[in-house]
């Protein structure tokens, strides 16, 4: 209990809570890192977690990653995230969907769930049996699958990066390696293709490979040889902390740009890539374009609305990495400093720290 109090002061955590559900097997965490911007939101994850450590970890790292991201991305909403250990395949049930909903509930609206790694559209339209606060549901004025929105504000993103590296604004020709092409990264090799990208891909599955291939002409490259893969642009779309002591010296590229949460696995890898003249989009920055989508189902869900928002995220990037060159920073810490400028400027004399039980 000791140690979990001091990872909560280290994340900064507002409120964590534990669910459990003796009839569904449900157990999951919540985790309300911040409602200074206002109600936390973010996607809800079922992964079969080694242990509920590692399942307490992940939800506290995602959940700060959240208020950073809403704040940079000019949303009103806060930070949170939650996790239900367990096996999306073999666990998942429609009462588990309903247990966890009504666990949603209780927190009376501090924090608003969303679709994540082994949560279907379909699941958040049975969360939404039991609350309203959930988003990206395919009922009642749901968005649906964020994936494409996500993918597009990468690829503004990813332009801005290139841009900012001294590679012009025209990615014909340019050879991009996409680490996992599943929702976002096949999205994203369908944008980089109409670019005129040459794409270099890889994945764990061989047929989203062959979809790669047959569609964009991509070039297949097996999971071990990515990072040392010749390219202008290496994009992330599958695991966090792939940014790390061992691949970084490998990387042969100028940009890293990706969809995926939490590529660092150290604040000291940023600084590593910065050493190595390799420019870094910030992925919390880059990879708002799912989290814009779902929002706006809370204001009345306006598809051009979305797509105008998400398009900024290039300037953005643009603005961060501007930053960072100007006061000799790496990105990930210019990022950090303008998403706490925001939070900073609204929290005033500071939020009230609270943590529950449930
Ligand atoms: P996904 O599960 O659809 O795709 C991930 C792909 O990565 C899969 O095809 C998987 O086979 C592949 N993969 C897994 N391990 C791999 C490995 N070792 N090497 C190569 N490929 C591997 O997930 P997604 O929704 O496309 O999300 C991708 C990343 O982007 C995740 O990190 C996610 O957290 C992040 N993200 C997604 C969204 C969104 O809108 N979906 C929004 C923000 C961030």
Known sequence: MVELFRDLEDYGHEQVAFFQDKD????AIIGIHSTVLGPSLGGCRMWPYKSEGEALRDVLRLSRGMTYKASLAGLDLGGGKAVIIGDARKDKTEALMKAFG????????????????????????????????????????GSGDPSCFTALGVFQGLKAAVKA???????????????????????????????????????????????????????????????????????PCALGAILNRETIPK?????????????????????????????????????????????????????????????????????????????????HIAADRLAEERLNEKKGNGSQRQVVTA
């Open 24 to 27: 569904t097997g449900l157990k």
């Open 102 to 141: 009504r666990s949603v509930e209780w927190l009376g609206g501090r924090y608003i769930t969303a679709e994540d790694v082994g949560m279907k559209e379909a699941d958040i339209d049975t969360v939404r049996t039991q609350t309203k606060y959930a988003v990206g549901g395919s009922n009642e004025g």
């Open 165 to 235: 590296a001294g590679l012009g604004e025209d990615l014909q020709g340019m050879r991009v390696a996409v680490q996992g092409v599943g929702n976002v990264g096949y999205h994203l090799c369908s944008l980089l293709s109409a670019a005129g990208a040459k794409l270099l891909v890889t994945d764990i599955y061989e047929a989203q490979l062959e979809k790669v291939r047959d569609e964009f002409g991509a070039t297949i490259v097996t999971p071990d040889v990515i990072y040392d893969t010749e390219c202008e642009v290496f994009s």
């Open 251 to 331: 990387l042969k590229c100028r940009v890293v740009a990706g969809a995926a949460n939490n590529q660092l696995e150290n604040e000291s890898d940023g600084n590593e890539l910065m050493k190595r003249n390799i420019i870094y989009a910030p992925d919390y920055a880059i990879n708002s374009g799912g989290v814009i989508n779902v929002a706006c189902e809370l204001e009345g869900y306006n598809r051009e609305l979305v797509l105008t928002r998400v398009n900024k995220i290039g300037h953005t990037i643009a603005n961060i990495l501007a930053m960072a060159k100007r006061e000799g920073i790496a990105p």
